[in-house]
């Protein structure tokens, strides 16, 4: 089945540490996004890639960064993590900007 | 700026019955509107998207309405099962925007 897959689903990193979150997908869509949701509150959008075109949303902090090496996979890099990154990461896909979105089962992140 | 209310927060209802979950939004201009379910600690699973140009989206027991020009969506869930136990959040999608509300909580007693 066509699907969006996240790896991997938990993952423990130490204050500061770099760490890499993967989204993969075969859905072939050219829209991916990347999302934060900590704990009862709304996912709110980090950045987006439309093909290769990287869209930043104004408030993400600087410490996030992403990379789309091609169509099927995208990465989301957190340069230092902090205590307060601690959180759901949600990877979606559409085929494009407005349509329906498809979201993986997320990564959740604990910061020691 | 696009602001997205959901509410209850949180509701309980007995198995068997009809509900409705409301969704309101600030901005008008949205190209579509999106309902999803998320299970605690997991993902979101899309339930409905109603375009912009359409007023409702029916997928079995789940009916989803939108007016635009009173901002509001709301959510039909028909003859209710503890299995619809979850949250239900709402997302407006906008020119560049996607905004979710922080969800409803809604709790099934059997």
């Known amino acids: 089945d066509a699907m969006v897959i996240q790896n991997p689903r938990y993952q423990v990193t130490q204050f500061g540490k770099p760490v890499t979150l993967s989204c993969s997908q075969t859905l072939n869509h050219n829209v991916m996004y990347w999302y934060q949701q900590k704990s009862s509150q709304a996912p709110k959008l980090l950045f987006h890639?439309?093909?290769?075109?990287?869209?930043n949303e104004a408030d993400t902090p600087d410490n996030f960064q992403s990379r789309r090496p091609n169509t099927s996979f995208c990465f989301l890099d957190i340069r230092s993590p902090g205590l307060g990154d601690a959180a759901m990461y949600l990877c979606a896909t559409s085929s494009r900007v407005g349509n329906e979105q498809y979201f993986g089962p997320g990564t959740r992140l604990t910061v020691t | 700026k696009q602001e997205v209310t959901q509410i209850p927060a949180a509701l309980s209802v007995p198995e068997g019955e009809n509900l409705v979950l409301n969704c309101s939004f600030t901005?008008?201009?949205?190209?579509?509107l999106q309902w999803f379910r998320q299970d605690p600690g997991k993902g979101l699973t899309s339930l409905l998207l109603?375009?912009?140009?359409?007023r409702e989206q029916t997928s079995g027991r789940l009916n989803a309405s939108l007016d635009k020009s009173s901002g509001r969506s709301t959510l039909y869930i028909a003859a209710s099962q503890p299995g619809d136990s979850a949250t239900y959040l709402c997302?407006?999608?906008?020119?560049?925007?996607?905004?979710f509300g922080k969800g409803t909580r809604l709790h099934i007693l059997p």
């Open positions: 901005d008008s201009a949205i190209y579509n």
């Open positions: 997302a407006v999608i906008g020119d560049d925007k996607i905004i």
């Open positions: 109603i375009q912009s140009s359409q």
């Open positions: 890639y439309y093909d290769k075109d990287f869209n």
